[in-house]
């Protein structure tokens, strides 16, 4: 499970438990971030491991152990040893925050014989769009089993006072400006830094109080970003090294090498861009600094949110541009006309706000069960006895 799913799979359980207090989980992740994020939030009454390989042999073990009484499986999970041993064995298997991409989609179509089998296995299948109603439906999900629901991700999207509270005073601590109208580069990919850089440069010609946040989406890429900046002689601060440490002088460049505090950074920002969006494909998640009421920028590549862009962009909530120049542009429009970013931030907020509640009707259409294991996710009469 990516770590936008481990979100969605946490956020479902906490919901579901509050229907459903009796409920207990065995929650598994496939990377390791996504298993440390899960260890720091998961309940302790609840079990987390890696996913298994899903070979027959291998997931006959996994759910004799756990023995669940469903199996959920969270947005494009569809592990299909899994799906068919779970069905054999009587395990309800359901699919919540379901989405397909045009890419999946013409991959899984040249399979339709197999993909039939394994899709007509699950129900009920819970999806984010109408797009990926029918592209599941189109590789053999049955129509009735399908339920456009909208999207989790407006759900998972939480804020955390007190994370928010702490990037603002590294921002004090950082000395920079009160008036300082701050640029963050969010979850951005290779060559997206270089790009906000050299930005960044040229804007600050005329806009002195201009401030840079780069938080890329892989911290292992640091040395990478670093040696970005220091290619442009931008003077910059590592989050990593301003715990314990007093006021510094301001930098240029606030590089934010940790994991898990990009949320609290949006809080802090005026205008945002969010990466893997402009030179490479998919995109990352624009519904978190929409929750902060940021302005938003993102690129032509989007591919990742196909139930979520078009809500944005018929409210004129974000700005989505298609290169590079274009990025330039629309930033310096926003820096210059502080009202209308004001004006973007807030419709941004409003559809965030107005998107909520997808979970609950998720919860209400699975009714109840008394374990589940997001292995997705599962649902049992006991608690299980594999270790984390």
Wanted: with cysteine.
């Amino acid at each position: 499970m990516s770590v936008g799913e481990i979100y969605v799979a946490l956020r479902f359980i906490k919901a579901y438990r509050e229907v459903h207090p009796d409920t207990f989980f065995a929650l598994s992740t496939t990377t390791s971030t996504g298993h440390a994020i899960a260890r720091k939030e998961i309940d302790p009454r609840d079990v987390l491991f890696y996913f298994p390989v899903d070979l027959p042999i291998v997931i006959r073990k996994v759910l004799r152990i756990i023995n669940p009484v469903r199996l959920i499986l969270v947005e494009g999970e569809f592990w299909p040893n899994l799906i068919r041993l779970a069905d054999q064995r009587g395990i309800p298997v359901s699919l919540i925050n379901g989405r397909m991409s045009e890419r999946s989609y013409k991959g899984y179509r040249r399979l339709k014989s197999l993909t039939a089998d394994v899709l007509r296995r699950i129900h009920p299948i819970c999806v984010q769009g109408d797009i990926d109603a029918k592209r599941l439906i189109g590789i053999g999900a049955l129509a009735g089993n399908v339920h456009v629901m909208g999207t989790v991700k407006f759900d998972v999207a939480e804020r955390n006072l007190a994370g928010e509270k702490a990037a603002q005073d590294i921002i004090h601590q950082l000395g920079v400006s009160a008036d300082a109208v701050i640029l963050l580069g969010g979850s951005t990919w290779p060559g997206e830094e270089a790009v906000l850089c050299d930005l960044y440069k040229n804007l600050r010609i005329k806009n002195k109080n201009l401030f840079l946040i780069l938080v890329p989406r892989h911290v292992e890429r640091a040395d990478e970003v670093l040696e970005c900046l220091e290619e442009r002689g931008l003077s910059f601060v590592r989050r990593s090294q301003l715990d314990g440490a007093g006021k510094v002088e301001a930098p240029d460049v606030l590089f934010v090498d940790t994991t898990g505090e990009l949320r609290d950074f949006y809080s802090v920002a005026d205008i945002i861009f969010v990466g893997k969006s402009l030179l490479e494909h998919g995109g990352q998640n624009p519904i978190e600094p929409a929750m902060c009421g940021k302005a938003v920028v993102v690129g032509p590549n989007m591919e990742n949110f196909p139930a979520v862009m078009p809500v944005f962009l018929s409210k004129n909530a974000l700005v989505q541009i298609k290169n590079i120049s274009e990025l330039e542009a629309s930033i310096t429009e926003l820096l210059a006309d502080e009202p209308a970013r004001t004006a973007l931030g807030a419709r941004a907020a409003q559809v965030v706000e107005e998107n909520c509640g997808v979970i609950q009707k998720t919860v209400q259409l699975l009714g109840p069960g008394d374990l589940i294991s997001c292995m997705p996710i599962r649902l049992t009469h006991h608690h299980p006895t594999c270790g984390s």
